[in-house]
Every structure is written in C-alpha cells, then in structure tokens.
C-alpha cells in the first residue's frame, strides 16, 4: 500500500545527488578564485561533477514527464530522487559518460529509466517523454553559454570561462546526439509513436546497438569531421570561440601537461 509518507519519500532528494552538488559548487568555486595549485584538477573536478549533475537533470526529466503522463510507479524505482545509483543502468548512464568525457571530450548520451510505456496514453506523451532529457542538455548548454552570448565575462576569471565552454561542448554534443532519430537513442523515441506497428516491430531489435552505430559512424574522419564542423559553428553562434573550446579541453585534460598556450591566451 502506498502511502503520503512513502511518496514523499520516493521524491526527496538523494544524499548522493545533493553530494554531487556540493562537489560541483566548492571544485567550481576552486576553479574561480585559483585556489587550486594545479588550475587543472580544479576544473577537471568542476565539469565532471557538472556533467553528472546533468546527467541526473536529464534522466529526472524522463521520469518526472512519464510520471505526469500516467506512469505512476516512476516515483517507487527512484528516479525521482535524483539519485544516479537508481537507474536502471548506472554503467550506461553514469559511468560510461563521464569515460568518453575524458577519454575523448564528447558528451555520450546516458538513458536507462526504465519507463512502463503500457501505462501512457498518447503517441505526443510519448514524443515528449523521450524529447524531455536531451531537451535539459539544451537548457544547460543555454546555462553555460550565457556569459558569452550576453557578452557578460568581464570579471570571469579565464580558467573559469574555459570549463564553462568546455562543459558547453559536452552538453550541446549530448543534445544532438540524443536527438539523432537513431534505434535506442531519445531522438527516436520521439518519432517512434508515429511510425507504424510493422515498422516498429523490424526496428525494435536494432534498439540496443544504436548508439554503438552511432560512434562506430563517427569514427570515419569525414563524418567526424562534418560532426565537430557543426558543433563548432553552434558554439561560435552562441560567442565560445576556437581559443575558449580548445582551452577548456587541455585544461580539462591537464594530466597531458600541454596547456602553457592556455595559460597566456586571454
């Protein structure tokens, strides 16, 4: 039986999550005043602790829009607690994420709430459903890029402008991936509804390689290429130019050693 009690505890908070915050806010804080002997670690620390803020902020956004559009046992699994160890697939969600972001500065869409579609009626509830993660990528990325589009960095210290276009770079990379109508990633979701039973049913095993697809794709230098040509014109239309992205990913990675650019560039 479910009580006010139990639902109140299913929507408060996580520990964890209010963890990661705190992390985000005192590396970010770090990362401002210099406080840090290696500006690097500050700023590796603030964009990663921000990124899996963002990720939670993307996965609450599914599970708080399905719970609204009927799915009423979203609140007993824990996704609204903002706690990433309740997802279905932490791996998928968390941890393999925050590897591409430092292995290779991209932002890899997460997505594993597991979500009882039988429960919801409506093919636009679904649409939105799957459209409300990479849409809080697009409000982040809107977050991060004001300073530069409302011309507002006077005052910002420079290494602190550097992980805000960095972190930029991995939100507005996660948003167009995840937007990718491709089997098992959000942008499909959306479409899906609107295809037909036939199609869906010769599609559906395709679903669990579609983000493999996706990276095997973007392997091939032409199509990386295109790919990160379009991530910069964005980037550059919201005012972080080449210097800002550059040096947010070397001081990011600053186990390279190789930011003595960054250090006299502004």
Same mark, same amino acid.
């Given at each position: 039986m479910t009580t006010a009690a139990s639902r109140r505890?299913?929507?408060r908070i996580s520990p964890v999550f209010i963890g990661i915050v705190a992390v985000t806010a005192v590396t970010g804080w770090a990362a401002w005043? =210099?406080?840090?002997?290696?500006?690097?670690?500050?700023?590796?620390?603030? /964009?990663t602790a921000a990124w899996i803020v963002s990720l939670c902020l993307h996965e609450y956004a599914h599970a708080r829009t399905a719970l609204h559009s009927g799915d009423i046992s979203i609140g007993a699994k824990g996704y609204l607690t903002l706690n990433p160890l309740k997802y279905t697939h932490a791996l998928l969600s968390i941890v393999l994420p925050v590897i591409f972001v430092?292995?290779? =500065?991209? =932002?890899?869409?997460?997505?594993?709430?597991?979500?009882?579609?039988?429960?919801?009626?409506?093919?636009?509830?679904?649409?939105?459903?799957?459209?409300?993660?990479?849409?809080?990528? /697009?409000?982040?990325?809107? /977050?991060c890029t004001a300073p530069f589009w409302l011309h507002a960095l006077d005052g910002v210290p420079r290494?602190?402008?550097y992980a805000l276009a960095f972190l930029a770079l991995l939100q507005v990379t996660a948003a167009i991936l995840n937007f990718l109508p491709?089997?098992?990633?959000?942008?499909?979701?959306?479409?899906e509804p609107w295809l037909s039973y036939d199609i869906r049913r010769?599609?559906?095993?395709?679903?669990?390689?579609?983000?493999?697809?996706?990276?095997?794709?973007?392997?091939?230098?032409?199509?990386?290429?295109?790919f990160f040509d379009a991530i910069d014109a964005i980037l550059n239309g919201l005012g972080i130019d080449d210097i800002h992205r550059y040096c947010g990913q070397e001081l990011y990675r600053f186990w390279q050693?190789?930011?003595e650019f960054c250090s006299v560039s502004l």
């Open positions: 505890s299913d929507r005043t =210099g406080f840090a002997a290696q500006p690097g670690i500050a700023v590796f620390l603030f /964009v430092i292995m290779g =500065g991209i =932002g890899l869409p997460g997505g594993a709430v597991f979500i009882e579609r039988q429960r919801i009626q409506g093919r636009w509830k679904h649409s939105l459903i799957s459209a409300a993660g990479p849409l809080t990528n /697009v409000l982040f990325a809107a /977050v290494d602190f402008q491709v089997p098992g990633l959000d942008g499909y979701g959306v479409i010769q599609v559906e095993p395709f679903a669990p390689f579609g983000l493999l697809a996706v990276f095997a794709i973007l392997w091939i230098p032409s199509v990386n290429g295109v050693g190789d930011n």
